[in-house]
């Protein structure tokens, strides 16, 4: 007879206690795009960075120069 | 009015993923198709040997900083990571053994862990230092002592691989970890002996992290047909969009440590398309090709924060742009990130609805059809819930 994995290691065991409002490890927990947005935000905020140092300014130094 | 339907049926098809059908629905359902059209099963073990217990990739190495606790969970149960006086890595239960409080807000230095609540200080090895201090001898009972002195840390066994923190997730933390290397070893996830050389390539990597069902992702990330859909206008590779016209044959290999699938082209049966591996209990390889010449192979290593948590550490190995000068002129690496976000937000709101119909009780056989066509999806479902009550972790048997 097949059992199913779950009923026999019971993973679960600690989801079976929680309560809907038992989120106090979430803040702590969850870090990362897409659930918090805020490494993605850097990341296109050094994209944008970047592009202008490396691209933008040497053009607008040579825009002032002439 | 426009039909937005995806539709995964075809009188004789196994898979098909249709264009969104308007007036001339009947041009794209004769031109603009991802099909499989045939499969082929070879079968060295009718099953897994791996459980849902066992080595499971928690982060990169890089995320792990000195003095600095990694707080995550595993089904729930509260962990932290962190390295030690020896620069050994410790994964903890994030409960202090002395009155059951969190070490958030707690200190670590130079691997000794302090509670917030009263400073109990405890040793890498998990034993408590000062106990003394914590008991007071005028407001305590004669037994407290001898039970005091057996408070220590609970702890999993832990392991670097390919600049990975592993942790053995077992049905019990221990609180004294052995050292046996034989026992340590995950070496069914070593990517060497996946086919590719891992110091060949380079790659890039993002963490992600999702409200929804963790085996739902696993799924996702099996379901090659969704990626030309879901993914074909951000993924910047010619042969995977929208409007692709392409069929493939699939082949699916199963034995006691993974489950593959590989898609070749059906005009040249030699040439592989894709190759994707399940190597249980959280890892898929995504190879680009034949493993032994693929330019890039992905690796997704998948981890079961809790009931509706979470995450996936995405890491992408190339043999292209190895130049650091140039990657960093054309800000390949941040640009290669934006497109990692891009894809997760793509399939976030499918996990998410999909994970709430599962919790609602709403995906039964006879509303959803994908389990029955696509056959390495479910032979990973069978994995996940049908396995034999064993589970193997490294080589020790437990029943």
Known sequence: MVQKSEAKDNPWKYSKKLENNMDVYDELIFKYPPEISKLEIINNLQIIKKTLIRYASPLILFLILV | MKNNQINFFKSGDFNTVLKPLGEDLKTFREERIVKIDNYEIKETSKELEIGIYGWYAICPLKELKKNKIFYFSMYDEPLLLFKDENHTVRCVKNVCPHRGASFFGGDLKDGELTCPYHGAKFTSEGSCKNIDRLTCSH????????????????????????????????????????????????????????????????????LVDFKCDWARIIENHLDILHIFWVHGDTIPDKDVNKNVLTSFNQKININK?????????????????????????????????DPSKSRYVQVLDHIPLGNNKARVIVRHYRKFMKNKIMRNLVLFEEIQRKTFYKIFNEDYMILKTQTYNLKLDLLKNDEIKLLGEDKIIKYYWNWYKNQKPKIILGNIVRN
């Open chain 2, 139 to 206: 407001i305590i009972d004669s037994n407290y002592k001898s039970y005091a002195k057996k408070i220590h840390l609970y702890q999993y066994k832990t392991l670097i691989k390919d600049d990975y923190v592993f942790i053995n997730y077992c049905e019990k933390p221990e609180t004294n970890i052995s050292d046996n290397e034989e026992e340590l070893n995950p070496n069914k996830h070593e990517l060497n002996k996946h086919g590719f050389k891992a110091d060949e390539y380079v790659f890039e990597e993002v």
């Open chain 2, 257 to 289: 440590d993974f489950i593959e699938s590989i898609y070749s082209y059906k005009n040249d049966p030699s040439k592989e398309f894709i190759r994707i591996k399940f190597i249980p209990p959280g890892r898929i390889l995504i190879y680009k090709g």
